[in-house]
């Protein structure tokens, strides 16, 4: 990646950045597993789809609010889109701020668009109809498509921008991080989806067990890339920033990691469960996989 800006000092990022962090990854990751069911699946995929594009606008409306309170100075937010000497618009390519703006600013319209043409499908809102409409069959999925890459980006940008920093841990963690947190997003987004399966009635066996699947190929990619972070931790000689107290978040980690596929492999334990839980476990671990990132740079 080409030099970007880099924090000089630790940039003391509170708690509205990991709020930013996690929900960003879910909207970004809900959206692409809802266009996957609308392009691999069939009719009996629909509600889901329609429930994965209401949940990641949702999921993202908190997003630009989050980031801009913690920017200390949240009106000049818009500063970060518009070039306040011209007018005109700011973009930097090089800035991973400035493209990360922009792609949420995208993404939010694409995802927006997909949330009204949901409801309208739910019949929850009548208005968007035509919308909804124009949002079948090919157009649906080329706009879907689009939606996605913006989405993806999403999730993995956020591991990007920690890992162009010259702050320990981050800066270590290299390229791993970007993926590292695009397959915790995607595994968090199927574990959502779950959630929201088993509350609802008009959701398939069939398509249920194929988000369950997806979720466990997800898990185990994060694992190899979990691994492969601290690989690089050691190799950098900070792998103990990210023990010590933090051991507690990575429990946290490892048992939201190990419930989907529990959950698939040994099905006779997971029976002993309430329905809920390892989705929200596997919530709770993508959540604390990202507090540990984040903090444990800057107090670790």
Same mark, same amino acid.
């Given at each position: 990646m080409p030099p970007a800006e880099h924090f000089v000092q630790p940039p003391h990022w509170e708690w509205w950045i990991l709020g930013y962090f996690f929900l960003g990854g879910l909207a970004g990751g809900s959206y692409a597993l809802g266009t996957l069911l609308r392009i691999a699946g069939d009719a009996r995929d629909e509600s889901a789809t329609r429930i994965a594009y209401v949940a990641s606008f949702i999921a993202l409306i908190p997003c630009p609010i989050f980031l801009a309170l913690d920017l200390? #100075? &949240? $009106?000049?937010?818009?500063?970060? @889109?518009v070039d306040t000497s011209d007018g005109g618009l700011s973009f930097n390519v090089v800035s991973p701020m400035s493209v990360g703006s922009w792609a949420l600013v995208l993404f939010g319209l694409?995802?927006? !668009?997909?949330? +009204?043409?949901? @409801?309208?499908?739910?019949g929850r809102l009548p208005a968007a109809r035509p919308i909804a409409s124009v949002l079948r069959g090919g157009p649906g999925i080329v706009w879907g498509v689009f939606g996605t890459a913006f989405g993806v980006f999403i999730c993995g940008y956020t591991g990007v921008l920690l890992a162009v920093s010259n #702050? &320990? !841990?981050?800066?270590?963690?290299?390229? !791993?991080?970007?993926g590292l947190f695009l397959a915790s997003a995607l595994a968090?987004?199927?574990? *959502? +989806? *779950?959630? @929201?399966? /088993?509350? /609802?009635?008009? $959701?398939?066996?069939?398509?249920?067990g194929r988000i369950a699947a997806a979720d466990r190929m997800f898990v185990i990619l994060e694992a190899i890339l979990i691994v492969l972070f601290f690989v690089t931790l050691v190799l950098a000689d900070t792998v103990l920033r990210v023990l010590g107290v933090w051991i507690l978040l990575w429990i946290v980690v490892l048992v939201g990691l190990l419930a989907p596929l529990v959950s698939g492999w040994r099905p006779d334990l997971a029976r002993r469960w309430p329905p809920l839980a390892a &989705? !929200? +476990?596997? @919530? *709770?671990?993508? +959540?604390?996989? /990202?507090? *540990?990132? $984040?903090?444990?740079? #800057?107090?670790?």
């Open positions: 200390g #100075q &949240p $009106i000049r937010f818009w500063h970060m @889109l694409f995802s927006f !668009v997909s949330f +009204l043409g949901a @409801l309208a499908d739910m #702050q &320990p !841990v981050w800066s270590d963690g290299g390229w !791993v991080l970007g968090g987004s199927a574990a *959502l +989806l *779950l959630l @929201l399966a /088993r509350s /609802r009635r008009d $959701i398939a066996s069939d398509t249920e &989705p !929200v +476990l596997a @919530l *709770l671990g993508v +959540l604390a996989l /990202r507090a *540990l990132v $984040i903090f444990s740079a #800057q107090f670790g």
